[in-house]
Nanobody, 124 residues
Framework: QVQLVESGGGLVQAGGSLTLSCAAS????????IGWYRQAPGKQRELVAT???????TYADSVQGRFTISRDSAKNAVYLQMNSLKAEDTAVYYC??????????????????WGQGTQVTVSS
């Protein structure tokens, strides 16, 4: 069983920055795909960014150039640096990890474990 704990969410003004962290209970080196997703009220969970075992990253068009996903295997942690935040970035952000796929186009079924989420609220 893997436990993931997200942190770093909060209230920020539009144009501001936040860094989300996702701490894993064990080594993240074993995971082939790690992703950040978000879910706004009344909307489906959507992909934000992914990083795979080859360190290849992908981003949703809506966050490309503003968000950066990274991982620190020594700390068993994954990060999402969010800059130039917009009101539409408001959502609960979740990190997920999986050990069977490296291609993020597989979607949510690529992830075996999820964190509990952290709220990000951007005021306009």
């Amino acid at each position: 069983q893997v436990q993931l704990v997200e942190s770093g969410g909060g209230l920020v003004q539009a144009g501001g920055s936040l860094t989300l962290s996702c701490a894993a209970s064990g080594s993240i080196f074993r995971f082939t795909l790690i992703g950040w997703y978000r879910q706004a009220p009344g909307k489906q969970r959507e992909l934000v960014a992914t990083i795979n075992s080859g360190d290849r990253t992908t981003y949703a068009d809506s966050v490309q150039g503003r968000f950066t996903i990274s991982r620190d295997s020594a700390k068993n942690a994954v990060y999402l640096q969010m800059n130039s935040l917009k009101a539409e970035d408001t959502a609960v952000y979740y990190c997920g990890v999986g050990s069977h796929y490296t291609n993020p186009t597989v979607g949510v079924r690529a992830y075996d474990y999820w964190g509990q989420g952290t709220q990000v609220t951007v005021s306009s």
